[in-house]
């Protein structure tokens, strides 16, 4: 029997359909938010280096999160997978600076590959909202 509280979040991605996931699923005060990889809302991959593809991967990821209730102020823990570890600081910083004061728990894993390979990193994120007012 499916929960019903459940609420699955699509995006632009040509993957979801295709591979049968959402971008992320919200179930009671959590949300969980699916690897989100360099992609323009035409399909396109993001231009530029592993940071400009970091900062596309959180915008994505502040959108599903806005979509289901929640903002990156929720996120207790992210994951990075990043292809070259040359990379690491330009990620680093791009998570940074919208973590910076929420400080999650994260993981930078250094990977062989992407799915494209003009993709340098993949981020996920889980959330927590807050409990509601009595």
């Given at each position: ?10 995006s ?9 996931y ?10 969980d938010?699916?690897g ?5 809302p ?5 231009p ?22 929640g ?9 990075m997978?990043?292809?070259d570890a ?12 919208i973590f910076k004061?929420?400080?999650p ?10 799915i494209?390979?003009e993709?340098k990193?993949?981020i ?11």
């Open positions: 029997m499916a929960d019903a509280s459940r609420r699955n979040h699509s632009a991605s040509p993957f979801e359909p295709l591979y049968g959402s971008r992320a699923v919200r179930v009671g005060r959590r949300i938010v699916a989100c990889a360099p992609i323009e035409d399909g396109s991959s993001t530029g280096d592993a940071g400009a593809q970091a900062a596309r991967c959180l915008a994505i990821i502040g959108e599903a999160l806005e979509a289901l209730g903002s990156f102020a929720d996120v207790v823990r992210t994951r997978y990043i292809t040359a990379d690491a600081d330009r990620v680093g910083h791009a998570h940074g600076a004061d929420i400080r728990a994260a993981t930078m894993i250094v990977i062989p590959a992407l494209r390979p993709w990193v993949e996920e994120a889980e959330a927590i909202l807050p409990d509601s007012p009595a």
